[in-house]
């Protein structure tokens, strides 16, 4: 039997105009990777600033440059409607990596912050 939980993974952001990348790693009871979220503890830096590259199982899932304004969410959406659709994944090496991009934009300043990606995933229960 299977069941459904969100995995969070942080990436902190120091330094402006640079790029973090960092590798995380499932649980073995992991089996599909249903859908993504990005989040964040200073939304507007995010939306403005912020791009990444993400893979799965060395798979490239979103290429260099993707906006991640486009994998947010707003509140006045619905909680069960929250993540993009990732069509059930397998994990293959039980690995995701994320090389998340600051940019400068003029309209905000630099301030450090926290890039959260939520992972909707499918594990044996």
């Known amino acids: 039997m299977s069941k459904r939980i969100k995995k969070r993974f942080d990436l902190q952001v120091a330094a402006a105009s640079g790029i973090i990348s960092q590798t995380f790693e499932f649980d073995k009871t992991v089996e599909k990777v249903h ?22 199982n060395s798979d490239e899932i979103f290429p260099e440059g993707y906006e991640t304004k486009l994998l947010m969410s707003g509140l006045n959406v619905s909680p069960n409607d929250r993540f993009y659709n990732l069509g059930g994944i397998p994990p293959g090496n039980f690995k995701v990596k994320v090389d998340y991009k600051d940019t400068a934009d003029a309209r905000l300043a630099f301030a450090a912050y926290r890039v959260s990606v939520y992972l909707d995933v499918e594990i044996k229960s």
């Open 35 to 56: 859908g993504i979220l990005f989040a964040s503890d200073r939304d507007d830096l995010m939306y403005y600033r912020g791009s990444a590259k993400v893979e799965v």
